[in-house]
């Protein structure tokens, strides 16, 4: 990265030049980290110490001052994924990748970093990959999650969006697991429910990865229309006291797997969800 290039970033700010984040997170988005160089040209052109820029820079972990690999790796270390295993998945990936954490490969394809909490500590132990969740990871699943990576992880693409990882669910009533391995979603096994609508009954594949809207459907349900969501296992349906505050449809509720509660907009075309873990 040059000095033009910097300048370039920093002309994209000409408005809002205090806003010294936003200049640094343009810079290292499009090159991968900070350079000296690109620090003391912020420093400049911004009219804020070097000191200042240097302390922002160093602080946030988002930034590097080094070159980062083509996958970036983050596992957590918080309380909750500590006591479920996450310090041997971490050393199985300094096995595999030859590398301890906060270093990167020698052919710059990975990036090793550990946290202390990524947002998700029911799903622990907790790993994400080019933005993408994986939860409850074991030992056993590092040696596919890095050759998923190397294949750009799966059919969906998710670009840094931490709003989007894998939940298991289970029906609230009778606790049975609504995961359907044989049918899959987004690289990912599927949620299978049963619903009802204008009298007829079949069956609904929805991605079990929390943020997106991908799903297979046996029946043919029309835009805006509500149908009921019923137990493959129990055959009960699955009521929530709480409707939908965009459409006011009723919301569908799960169990969570590992504590919590997950609810979905019954109205075909409303996107709302809520995600409530414990």
């Known amino acids: 990265m040059n000095s033009t290039d910097t300048s370039r970033i920093l002309e994209n700010h000409t408005e809002d030049k205090g806003r010294l984040i936003a200049v640094l997170e ?19 052109e911004i009219g804020r110490p070097l000191v200042d820029v240097y302390s922002v820079a160093t602080f946030y972990r988002s930034f590097s001052l080094k070159p980062r ?4 790796i983050y596992a957590c270390l918080g309380t ?20 301890k954490s906060g270093q990167t490969t ?5 990036t090793l970093e550990t946290v202390n909490c990524l947002g998700a500590c029911a799903l622990g132990p907790v790993v994400v990959i080019d933005g993408q969740y994986y939860s409850k990871v074991r030992k056993s699943k590092v040696s596919q999650l890095l050759e998923n990576a190397r294949n750009g992880n799966g059919k969906l693409r998710i670009e840094n969006d931490k709003r989007i990882f894998p ?4 029906c609230p009533h009778c606790n049975h697991s609504l995961s359907d391995e044989a049918f899959s979603i987004d690289g990912q ?26 799903f297979a459907c046996e029946l043919d349900v029309p835009a805006d ?8 296992h129990c055959n009960v349906e699955f009521h929530s006291t709480l409707d939908c505050s965009i459409c006011t449809a009723p919301m569908v509720p799960m169990s969570v797997d590992g ?5 979905i907009c019954s109205r075909h075309g409303c996107k709302n969800h809520l995600l409530d873990l414990v």
């Open 106 to 110: 020698e052919d710059m394809e990975f």
């Open 225 to 232: 229309s509500v149908a009921a969501f019923i137990c493959p």
């Open 26 to 44: 343009e810079i290292q988005a499009e090159y991968g980290y900070l350079t000296e160089e690109s620090l003391r040209i912020v420093s400049n």
């Open 69 to 72: 690999g083509k996958h970036l």
């Open 80 to 99: 909750a994924c500590h006591v479920r295993g996450a310090p041997r998945v971490v050393e199985e990936f300094e096995r595999q990748l030859g590398i």
């Open 189 to 214: 096994p599927s949620i299978l429910v049963i619903i009802s609508y204008n009298h007829r009954q079949g069956w609904l594949r929805l991605s079990c990865l929390y943020g997106s809207y991908n």
């Open 167 to 170: 939940i298991n669910v289970n």
């Open 259 to 263: 504590g919590g509660l997950v609810q």
